[in-house]
């Protein structure tokens, strides 16, 4: 046993020696004494030197040793007793370098690996949810490996280790510049392999530094080990952290009768983890020399004439993994395969200057027995998120709300012509524009203004959908009509301009025009949803891919194309038509009071001006889903807003002036054109 556990460690043993001895069912013919060797701290040499000693000149005399606490002196101590065949027991080695079976045939420990640690750290992970995690640790044989198993493990049980950070040593900028990857990728749960001093070192370095505000914030998880979890980091400021630690074995008046004394008798020394290991240790060889002394068919009683052969010790090393287990002062005692303890662990809630347990994982059924809930950083029992609830961006709220607003103001505005429609159906001014085509409009009108309202929600399939028909149906209900009547004017005129008879075109064969266009389109959009549908793609952002989320609309280009160049085919044709019928004769010579096909000609250029140059134009320069939204909304207001006002608004104040249409009204059309030629 090491010096600086010695005095420790030599009563708790001196205890377990006396209890056993006292205890009539374990060893009753015999009495168990066993000869203590103190070296000095992580002395590796001198523990050597101690067990060639002892093993060179008892060795016939011995079944085993016990020890020893630090890691680095078991490690050679532990290839040693492979060379002398000696069982070698340690209470408190939890490097997980001697887990190997191979190298150190003949080692145990009561306590658990460092493996056992990560792998309450992975339980840890999987009972809150965890699955996007990071771990730092300060470089050293404990802490690097105890971090690179819960690594491995963790990836095999599908979490993600996102950053893994391992400091050399603590340097101000360096160490700010390793942290930062922590609060650029986003991380919300640490698990932290260090020393406290080193912690507390961490903590100000994260305190003074303004690229990791982030990871001050009170909803990040820190997890640590009993190596640096201390009412000591309360200087660090991270109330809310928690850890693992050795759980202690059951509160029973047996175990409290022995704290007790040893609490008395080593100077009101506190009773920890190891010395519960360490007087389990003890009761390991008393209760497998009871076995082999009376449990056996054929005891193996060697020891009892001082002729312990190598041979006997490797059988006895055997029966010791195989067959300890019991119900010790640390709780089950019992080896894996490799030689390590089976412990259980024990979770611990850092609440300013103290340590509150608030569960306890036994490995061995991998089950969770809960004393409290855990108070987090933000001082609430709600388990923190390993990630940040990404904030989805479609468009910003002042953006959205203002062309809402525009809309609903602009709905004003074919709302009012409806009603006067209806008001003045017969008006003569209303007949000679065909009302049925004039409340066509108005209704694509609306149909348009209420695409603004669907887009400004968040995609979703519907919302994708939705726009899509409206937009592209308003659109051809609108132009549509404008169209046809147009070209009915232009074809009228153009006959009677040739002096040439003219066949009246019916209000039905208008109609069956404008249903042929808006009924292509209509099986045109129903064949683009069915064949690739219309989808909500969300992306990462690349300055802040972990907080920001964009979310669009995939409406499928080739499709969107194919439907935007057969409507730009169509207003082309119509600007062409409108040109020519205001180079037509006729119509310059009988301007009088009301030129509606005038009208329907600026209709047509704002349409074409606004589809055709500006959103298309301006929507390959934008790069955010703002602009893209703006330049929407333009054309879905500002068209027919336009046609409202030059069509709409120009016939209702001339019949509130009183005024008559002229013969050029779209009506009276057949009529005066079918006169000029009978006169001609």
């Known amino acids: 046993m090491n010096e600086l556990w010695g005095f420790d460690m030599h009563l708790t043993v001196q205890y377990a020696i006396e209890e056993i001895n006292l205890d009539p069912t374990i060893l009753p013919d015999y009495e168990l004494s066993m ?3 103190s070296n000095t701290a992580g002395d590796s040499k001198g523990a050597y030197a101690e067990a060639i000693w002892q093993w060179t000149n008892f060795g016939d005399s011995l079944v085993g040793g016990i020890g020893e606490g630090y890691s680095g002196a078991s490690i050679p101590l532990a290839g040693l007793a492979a060379v002398y065949a000696m069982p070698l027991v340690s209470y408190a ?17 009561t306590c658990a690996s460092d493996i056992g640690q990560a792998r309450a750290w992975l339980a840890i992970a999987k009972k809150y949810g965890w699955t996007r995690v990071g771990t730092l640790n300060t470089q050293g044989a404990v802490h690097s490996l105890l971090t690179g198993y819960f690594i491995s493990m963790a990836q095999a049980e599908g979490i993600d280790v996102i950053v893994a950070e391992s400091f050399p040593e603590l340097q101000g900028k360096k160490t700010e510049t390793q942290l930062e990857k922590f609060n650029r990728n986003g991380i919300k749960v640490i698990f932290l392999a260090a020393d406290w001093i080193d912690v507390v070192d961490l903590f100000e370095i994260l305190r003074t530094s303004n690229s990791t505000e982030d990871l001050r914030k009170p909803d990040i998880a820190w997890i640590g080990t009993d190596a640096w979890l201390s009412p000591q980091i309360y200087i660090a400021n991270i109330s809310g952290a928690i850890g693992t630690n050795f759980a202690t074995g059951p509160d029973t008046p047996r175990r409290a009768a022995i704290l007790e004394r040893y609490y008395q008798e080593s100077l009101f020394q506190f009773w920890d983890g190891f010395t519960d290991f360490t007087y389990d240790t003890v009761k390991v060889y008393a209760t497998a020399l009871h076995r082999v002394l009376y449990e056996y068919e054929t005891p193996l ?21 195989e067959n300890t287990n019991f119900t010790g002062l640390s709780g089950q005692v019992k080896f894996d395969e490799n030689g390590d303890g089976q412990n259980r662990y024990r979770v611990l809630n850092l609440l300013g200057d103290r340590l509150v347990q608030t569960a306890v994982w036994d490995p061995l059924d991998d089950s969770w027995v809960e004393y409290e809930e855990v108070i987090w950083q933000d001082g609430t029992t709600d388990v923190p998120k390993d990630r940040y609830i990404p904030e989805i961006i479609y468009i910003s709220n002042g953006v959205r709300i203002t062309f809402i607003v525009l809309a ?7 709302i009012t012509h409806s009603i006067l429609l209806i008001v003045y ?10 009302p049925e085509f004039m409340a066509l409009i ?9 695409v603004v309202w669907i887009i400004s929600q968040v995609p979703t399939v519907a919302v994708c959908t939705i726009p899509h028909w409206f937009g592209h149906m308003a659109f051809w209900i609108i132009f549509s009509c404008l169209f046809t009547k147009t070209a009915r004017i232009y074809y009228l005129f153009r006959r009677a301009e040739k002096c040439k008879s003219v066949k009246p075109v019916t209000l039905i064969q208008l109609v069956v025009s404008c249903s042929v266009l808006s009924g292509a389109v209509s099986i045109y959009l129903a064949i683009w949803t069915g064949v690739h549908g219309m989808n909500v793609n969300i992306y990462e952002d690349q300055v802040n891919p972990e907080r920001i989320h964009i979310i669009e609309c995939d409406y499928g280009v080739e499709w969107a194309s194919a439907l935007y160049a057969v409507e730009l085919v169509f207003m082309v044709a119509g600007v062409f038509l409108a040109y020519k019928i205001n180079k037509i004769k006729v119509l310059k010579q009988k301007m009088l009071h009301f030129n509606e096909s005038a009208h329907i000609s600026v209709c047509i ?16 320069l934008a790069t955010t889903n703002d602009t893209k939204y703006v330049l929407q909304c333009i054309g879905l207001i500002v068209a027919p807003v336009t046609i409202n006002l030059v069509l709409f608004s120009t016939k209702f104040v001339s019949i509130f002036r009183g005024k008559k249409t002229d013969s050029s009204g779209s009506n009276n ?9 009978t006169t001609q």
């Open 35 to 37: 000869p203590l060797v």
């Open 93 to 109: 080695s939890t490097t997980p370098t001697l887990s190997d079976p191979d190298l150190y045939p003949y080692f145990l420990r």
């Open 301 to 321: 009683d060697e020891p009892l004439a001082g002729n312990v052969t190598a041979e006997w010790r490797r059988l006895f090393y055997e029966d010791l993994l």
């Open 408 to 414: 609903a103001l602009a709905f004003i505005l074919p």
């Open 425 to 434: 159906w017969k008006h003569p001014i209303v007949v000679a524009s065909t």
């Open 442 to 450: 108005l209704f694509g009108s609306m149909l348009s203004l209420s």
């Open 605 to 620: 250029y704002s349409l074409v001006f606004i589809g055709v140059v500006i959103i298309p134009n301006f929507t390959w």
């Open 669 to 677: 059309t057949n009529q005066a054109s079918t006169s000029k030629t």
